[in-house]
């Protein structure tokens, strides 16, 4: 059989997959996964799932066919076929995940794991952020700007939720469940009274093996049957995001400080590394029920010299009588919400100027409610929406 009729059976696997039975929530998870070409994160199939003809494939030429498959499907929609790859079975699902790259090493995100892992090195991941004022929503896309057909990959999902002393914005797989029970709950960002400053919270542990479970800090009781047992029970404070004052109510731009707790500043030297989690959480504590907290920050897994990024400050322009930043064409229309950050690294650490110059993370308007994300190295998909958030909400103080 040629290659192409492969692929084609391979898209013709879509339907089998998405009408398999599934447990409880994980069905509604899968379904909502299938509609936006993910697969549920490190669920093994189902035994009694009909494998076809493919299953038993000798390994050395499965290894072959799905090498290929992945090499010649580099953008959505067409990489799902690579999911659907994943879905087959657990031999399919394994060399899978052993030929699929981080989006570090090939610049491409392909399962939801890909969004806690850092962007690549060399030229950044180009998303958008649409934002729907009735429902409080917003929704990071995969793409240069909108497609006129609506068809763009969708990535992760907020919902702002306002609270007596402080601002919420819970982060989704899917835009549709916002639930800390659900699956699909990645994690959250979190504001004080003023909106100067954030709290970014994972909802699995940065290092895997920096963590311990503990129940000292609890905010409710929750049964282990009401949640997925790939979740974690705990909020963990991975970042804090500030903006300074502005006491004197001068005009100019906000000034933005973000402190990643577990990215060494080491991961941006010659040679260096930033935490790259290989797949979602399988498991929950042993005991019949659970207590969901929020870690500190001041763990003893905290990295002691930390990245802090900040944002780049922006040069007053007299004929257009605005603050400008060159954003390369991807930002066109001024706003207080723009901003690049980089690295804010001392001359002690030998991090390179160019290294200290490049932008990690670029945001801006480019339409109503419409906003480009581009992101790189070390941040993930993930943290670069969360500090993306953090600048809709409201700043009195800080403008």
Not at 66 to 75: F, N
Not at 76 to 93: E, F, M, N
Not at 292 to 311: G, Y
Not at 339 to 354: K, L, M, P
Request: charged share 25%; proline share 7%; aromatic share 8%.
């Amino acid at each position: 059989m040629s290659f192409k009729n492969i692929v084609r059976e391979l898209k013709e696997m879509r339907d089998v997959i998405g009408s398999m039975s599934r447990r409880g929530v994980e069905g509604k998870h899968w379904r909502n996964c299938t509609r936006s070409s993910h697969i549920a994160p490190d669920v093994p199939p189902l035994e009694s799932t009909t494998e076809g003809q493919w299953a038993h494939l000798p390994p050395e030429l499965l290894l072959d066919i799905i090498r290929r498959v992945e090499e010649s499907e580099t953008s959505w929609p067409a990489r799902t076929v690579v999911v659907y790859c994943a879905s087959v079975c657990k031999p399919w699902r394994d060399i899978t995940k052993e030929i699929v790259k981080t989006p570090e090493e090939c610049g491409r995100l392909t399962f939801p794991i890909s969004l806690k892992q850092p962007g690549p090195r060399d030229s950044p991941i180009q998303c958008y952020i649409k934002r729907d004022r009735a429902t409080s929503t917003f929704r990071l896309y995969y793409g240069l700007t909108p497609s006129e057909d609506e068809s763009d990959k969708l990535l992760l999902a907020s919902k702002k939720i306002r609270r007596a002393t402080s601002t919420e914005f819970l982060i989704s797989l899917v835009a549709d469940d916002f639930s800390r029970a659900s699956s699909a709950y990645v994690g959250k960002l979190r504001s004080n009274f003023l909106g100067t400053k954030f709290i970014m919270y994972d909802s699995q542990p940065p290092n895997d093996e920096s963590f311990e479970p503990n129940h000292t800090r609890s905010t409710r009781r929750i049964n282990t049957n009401q949640i997925s047992p790939r979740l974690t029970a705990y909020n963990y404070n991975i970042a804090t995001i500030t903006y300074e004052l502005n006491v004197l109510r001068t005009r100019g731009p906000r000034r933005m400080n973000c402190s990643m707790h577990y990215i060494p500043i080491s991961s941006i030297q010659q040679g260096g590394t930033a935490p790259t989690p290989k797949s979602f959480p399988h498991s929950l504590s042993s005991s019949h029920s659970i207590k969901q907290s929020e870690k500190p920050s001041h763990s003893n897994s905290t990295i002691k010299d930390s990245l802090v990024l900040k944002n780049k400050s922006p040069r007053w322009h007299e004929q257009l009588q605005c603050w400008c930043l060159n954003f390369k064409g991807r930002v066109t229309v001024a706003s207080v919400k723009n901003f690049q950050i980089g690295a804010s690294v001392e001359d002690c650490y030998n991090v390179s100027n160019e290294e200290k110059d490049r932008v990690i993370l670029q945001f801006g308007k480019i339409g109503q409610d419409i906003f480009t994300m581009d992101y790189g190295y070390p941040l993930s998909a993930f943290q670069a929406f969360a500090i993306c958030l953090s600048s809709f909400d409201t700043k009195p103080a800080c403008e």
